[in-house]
């Protein structure tokens, strides 16, 4: 007897917190999608800006809302509610490519991978190719030395099953960052994890935009993370020792570059630097 394959679905979550500048191109890159994803659900955490009304201007927006500040919450209450056997979990900054759907769906068409994550370009920085050739290469070349990836929070994805087998050991207490979090406990649980090389999107540098105290403290937590659970990771000392090389040059690029235009210009000297807001809690 000939058996049909189920198609997959693909639901994709987004954290928001006072997002207004962001996130409206976030869900335009997502209404470009060649293969359109099946649900996509906005979690608004308290938002005092227009981040509500902008996701109610999207017709195939499902928009909730969190009371309870932080970003795991935030999170997780997108994830529970999603209806998708995918989860795509994204920031409000991030410009998914136009065939991340379709990449996703047929990234688990293997029934034995758990999670994703895919390489990133800055998409409010000059010199975007040479970025985004540098975290190809990084990204790959650790997973080749691990036999296995770590999910970023602006471009991964996950079964909805593996989410169900994880989230109530999940850890709620502290400061540190929750995709790290959740792959520690996928990785526990055996659930295997693939970098998905065309699973390609563009992320916000605005982390550049700390002060250097501010970011020095957040590249902390990259392995401040793996230490609470009892674990040393390369990947994770990499990055952030490679982040605070980068941070003085990519600092200075950005008072220069203005990526309304992509053009560099004295007058982006004078704009005030809005940090991203610290999503570790």
Known sequence: MRTTKKTLTLSIIIPAYNEEAHLGACLQAIAD??????????????????????????????????????LRATRSRGVNAAMGDIIGRIDADTHLGPGWARAARQIFADPSVMGAVGPVYY????????????????????????????????????????WDDVQDSLCTEGEFFEDYDLTIHLQERGHKLVYGPHLKAG??????????????????????????????????????????FIYPPGKLLRKFYDPQTQKFSLHKVRQPLASRPNSNT
């Open 33 to 70: 999608q060649t293969d359109p994803p099946d649900e996509v659900i906005v979690v608004d955490n308290n938002s005092i800006d227009k981040t509500a009304e902008i996701a109610r201007s999207f017709p195939f927006v499902k928009l909730l809302h969190e009371k309870c500040q932080g």
């Open 123 to 162: 998409h409010d920085m000059p010199f975007k190719q040479l970025f985004f050739f540098g975290d190809r290469w990084i990204r790959s070349m650790l997973f080749a030395i691990n036999r296995s990836t770590v999910l970023f929070g602006s471009n991964m994805a996950f079964r909805k099953s593996a």
């Open 203 to 244: 992320a916000s540098a605005r982390r550049l935009d700390d002060s250097p105290r501010e970011f020095l403290y957040n590249m902390s937590f990259h392995t401040k993370t793996f230490t609470r659970h009892g674990q040393r990771r390369l990947f994770a000392s990499v990055c952030k020792y490679l982040y605070i």
